[in-house]
């Protein structure tokens, strides 16, 4: 297939017209010319932490409610996604990776474990009784479907999960945190390069003590973003962009299953949720997680940022698959063709 | 006088080998020579935020004490201070401006009113019986000794204090707020350019309310900073230096009277201040001051970010006589000969 007169917009090449050939599924040629395009063609969306989508919840769905997640979110170009669980039992965990082992789609690779190692006090949404400590024999047969565990650097055991990770080619994501500055440190030290849901379910930012905040706005962490508008003020999410740079930044939706359907009472592992105008939160008035659509994150942070197509196609896809060391989010010869036709105002055309 | 062979350090300029001619109180000429310097030759420090010294307390001070107070910190390289009052009555505060008045210093020229018209809820040490919004009716005649006013943007009455110091050559300085970003937003949409040691006193910085800390990050605010390793912790100062910049730093001390003194119990306009270990605190613990001396806040400021010296310069002089439009702080012809001779270890010479 050749798609030609489109404007291409990569991560790192920047923005140009050109064609693109693409075999089998992967890129084989991308070709400048000088022509005027009438679509922008950018690498498929990447959201790495969503735990459900139109009353499909990640903790409960079977084979073909993943595949039918999958197909749902692939029609706001979302191309590939890691279903996201939270703080549960061994048992229901391995259940989840039972079920999540037997789909068979292109947008699945890999799951995102969001607990159960992490801070109570900082539970947000979680539910507290399956909050615990590392230690391995706490987790079920991986399979090699995990990708990223969110963990708290603070708690007893996270060395050993940093072992553990690494051994098993994981990579942490730090959240659902009261850590310091000192936590954050050791953990970027120690190879760490995630932070969940930034800044949402962290330590406050203090002068005296600027915590898991402080240490992304000093090194090099990728920051996963909710930009529902809800979560982060717009004047935080220019700064975010501003200081930590969309070389940086990931956008997630942190979605859950009533996200796409009408506002009413829903279920986060075992947490009631109740959504209002499309807000979701607990009982207590914890935010439980964003009925937000990927492309509409693409779009507000856009609108927000007033950011170029090359740094939107870094925070909406390169850098979700940098950030777990997996090959995609590029327009160039040898990738994967996931690949999104877009008009000038960002409405989906075409998932190719 | 020539002053030859020194390494000259100038905020704009930077940093070059050369001699410096000095006539009756004016920089007369700067020349650049090949040599290698034996000492460094910096502009005078300016300190815009400071309540006291030995003893010395600017509410109370007469004519000569506040003398007596300008000679000693010329000791530690002040050459410009300004005098802060804390919130008071009208009363009080006209016969601050009476006794300092009289005063003939070459290190002085204006005072710093901080409060009273800030905001209770962040008082911190300030007497909160003295706190109000702003009406011209409230303050003394200021006989244009008064350059710098604290106050919180939220407060009833701001815009009128904004036209108030606009016609009379006044520059406001936000502080003591609980203002929000769109507050902070607002006054700096009215030309307030500055911000009172920062952020202590400030609200806390939210990622959905960003306030007054987000606003700095986001605008060309100046900040005071006390960096006494106290009041802020050295990350907290890096990311100042990091996101604000040297061009909008200004370091200051905060000091009391208790400063160069030993532990013990003190007084900053009518509340208890205890000392120990350096550290001035209320009752409450809420801190109070500082006890900090300039030459070791610029030692810090070096010794935490690793800047050069020509930022140095900018930090400790410069950018604090222009946060309100002062001919000064340079090393450059035509410019008043407040300048410092330092050793390669910051330490003190002699003040020229």
Request: hydrophobic content about 40%.
């Amino acid at each position: 297939m050749i798609i030609e007169k489109v404007l291409i917009v990569d991560p790192v090449d920047g923005e140009y017209c050109g064609s693109v050939e693409i075999e089998d599924g992967v890129i084989t040629k991308v070709e400048k010319k000088d022509s005027i395009p009438n679509k922008i063609l950018m690498p498929g969306f990447v959201d790495t932490h969503t735990h459900g989508y139109l009353g499909i919840d990640c903790m409960s769905a079977s084979p073909k409610e993943f595949e039918k997640w999958a197909d749902i979110v692939l029609g706001d170009g979302v191309t590939t996604l890691f279903p996201t669980t939270v703080s549960s039992s061994k048992e229901k965990l391995e259940k989840v990776i039972e079920s999540f082992s037997k789909t068979e789609h292109p947008s699945f690779s890999y799951l995102h474990f969001e607990g159960p190692f992490i801070n109570k006090e900082k539970a947000g949404a979680q539910n507290k009784e399956y909050i615990t400590n590392f230690s391995k024999e706490k987790l079920p047969d991986l399979k090699d479907k995990v990708k990223i565990i969110t963990a708290a650097p603070e708690l007893r055991g996270f060395k050993e999960l940093i072992k553990f990770t690494k051994d098993n080619d994981i990579k942490i994501s730090l959240g659902h945190s009261n850590g310091t500055f000192e936590d954050f440190k050791d953990a970027y030290e120690n190879e760490v390069r995630r932070i969940t849901h930034f800044p949402n379910a962290l330590r406050k930012f203090h002068h005296r003590e600027v915590g898991g905040i402080g240490a992304a706005f000093t090194f090099d962490f990728y920051v996963e973003l909710i930009v529902d508008n809800v979560h982060l003020s717009k004047e935080f999410v220019k700064l975010v962009y501003k200081i930590i740079g969309p070389e940086r930044i990931i956008l997630v939706t942190d979605s859950i299953s009533a996200a796409g359907l009408k506002d009413g009472i829903y279920e986060l592992g075992g947490v009631l949720v109740k959504v209002k105008d499309g807000i979701a939160k607990t009982e207590e008035g914890t935010l439980a997680g964003s009925t937000l659509k990927f492309i509409d994150a693409v779009k507000n942070f856009k609108q927000i940022t007033n950011c170029s197509l090359k740094e939107l196609s870094m925070v909406s896809s390169y850098n979700a698959l940098k950030s777990v060391s997996i090959h995609g989010g590029r327009i160039k010869e040898g990738y994967p063709a996931k690949l999104l036709l877009l008009d000038e105002n960002l409405d989906l055309i075409k998932v190719l």
